[in-house]
């Protein structure tokens, strides 16, 4: 089957397409394998490789079963964007997410750290897929388990249960999920939640001058901890900040908060963006491109045409320029096995980055939907620029 997610439509039409195919396809296998040893503890982060059958993806894992793989949750990203290719969508989707639930929709694990949300918002879109109730029970059990996870006593959601820390991850981690159930299922509740760990984000861990995150900070203080800018917490932040787009109220207080914490993160992003269009592991600072914060922040950019409508015409256009010269970049930085390079490894904790940089596992799936969006949102607004 030939298959082709939205976009790929230049000149480079042919080659795109089928690297994206090609990855998805990998990505279709690898749900239906287990990767690791049963009793293997992995205890470092492996670099994503592809040998001539499989995709491979590993992650930071202590005793924990193989299904709970969030960086499979993460390459799987290309297949919330709509396409003719249902089909072909739902048989991968279908794949991974059968292993994770049981025969009534339940999740076979608990959903008490924030980065087993990803997986989540898949389940959504399978339920938009297929109508199954299965799936919608999945979402509703996912969303339950989203109000019982444990808080930090200004509301805000703890990265992990047993740590009392608040990262900009959880945004990008929950927030999808959370607006998907608003919008396609429209569960206000889900999106009033969303809306509430924005604000605490805001009021807590934001710079206002550049509009940009903190890394993260304590429940008890102190805020504005790690690194301002850093890179993939920009494009975490972002992708919270796009769910949001998508589902809220217009002409409410959240919508002229939003409204203006956009901005200020946009005209800052524009400024910082390299000249080879990449965005660096640490914004503010010289250092090295990120591709898996370029394809984040591109995903978020692009989310959605009404994401454009309080800009001028002189703002569009540099928008425009931003999106093109990004995509470029992670054109450029897909190598001969159809990986992207250039992204940073695993950050192990607040404030602790890793010097590693290759083709890792964050970069892939987001940066596969990022060209893929941002080639249509490029052909959706061109009339406009």
Same mark, same amino acid.
């Given at each position: 089957m030939n298959t082709r997610l939205p976009g790929f439509q230049n000149k480079n039409q042919?080659?795109?397409?089928?690297?994206?195919? *090609?990855?998805? %396809?990998?990505?279709?296998?690898?749900?239906? =394998?287990?990767? /690791? =040893? &049963? +009793?293997?503890?992995?205890? #470092?982060? +492996? *670099?994503? $490789?592809?040998?001539?059958?499989? @995709? %491979?993806?590993? /992650?930071?894992? #202590? $005793?924990?079963?193989?299904? *709970?793989? @969030? /960086?499979?949750?993460? #390459?799987? @990203?290309?297949?919330? $964007?709509?396409?003719?290719? &249902?089909? *072909?969508?739902?048989?991968?989707?279908? %794949?991974? !997410?059968?292993?994770?639930? =049981?025969s009534t929709g339940a999740w076979k694990y608990p959903l008490n750290t924030a980065f087993k949300f990803l997986m989540c918002t898949h389940v959504v879109r399978l339920w938009e897929l297929t109508g199954d109730e299965r799936y919608l029970n999945a979402t509703i059990n996912a969303l339950n388990q989203v109000k019982e996870m444990k808080r930090a006593p200004n509301g805000a959601f703890l990265y992990l249960p047993t740590r009392d820390e608040i990262l900009v991850d959880t945004l990008g981690m929950i927030c999808p999920f959370l607006g998907a159930c608003a919008k396609s299922l429209g569960i206000d509740e889900a999106g009033e939640i969303l809306r509430e760990q924005l604000q605490i984000y805001w009021g807590n861990n934001m710079d206002s001058e550049t509009g940009l995150p903190f890394h993260g900070y304590y429940a008890g203080g102190p805020k504005k901890l790690g690194n301002l800018g850093w890179g993939r917490g920009v494009g975490w932040y972002m992708l919270a900040m796009a769910a949001a787009q998508k589902c809220m109220r217009p002409d409410t207080d959240f919508a002229n908060q939003m409204s203006d914490w956009k901005l200020r993160i946009l005209q800052t992003l524009i400024k910082i963006q390299r000249t080879d269009g990449h965005w660096s592991e640490f914004t503010l600072i010289k250092s090295r491109p990120d591709s898996s914060a370029t394809g984040m922040i591109l995903l978020a950019l692009t989310s959605e045409n009404k994401s454009t409508e309080d800009l001028d015409q002189i703002q569009l256009k540099s928008?425009?320029?931003? !999106?093109?010269?990004? %995509?470029?970049?992670?054109?450029?930085?897909?190598? +001969?096995?159809?990986? $992207?390079?250039?992204?940073?490894?695993?950050?192990?904790?607040l404030g602790s980055y890793s010097h590693a940089h290759g083709n890792y596992p964050w970069a892939q799936g987001f940066g596969t939907a990022a060209l893929a969006q941002s080639n249509r949102w490029l052909q959706q607004n061109s009339s406009h620029i």
């Open positions: 042919s080659d795109d397409s089928q690297i994206t195919h *090609e990855r998805l %396809r990998k990505i279709a296998d690898s749900a239906a =394998d287990n990767p /690791y =040893d &049963k +009793k293997a503890t992995i205890t #470092s982060i +492996k *670099e994503t $490789i592809l040998d001539s059958i499989k @995709w %491979r993806l590993t /992650y930071i894992l #202590s $005793i924990a079963p193989p299904h *709970e793989n @969030w /960086y499979l949750a993460a #390459s799987l @990203w290309p297949l919330l $964007i709509d396409t003719t290719e &249902k089909a *072909e969508q739902l048989e991968i989707l279908k %794949r991974a !997410i059968d292993k994770q639930l =049981d928008l425009k320029n931003s !999106i093109q010269s990004a %995509r470029l970049a992670l054109l450029k930085s897909i190598g +001969k096995n159809g990986l $992207i390079q250039h992204a940073t490894g695993e950050a192990p904790a």
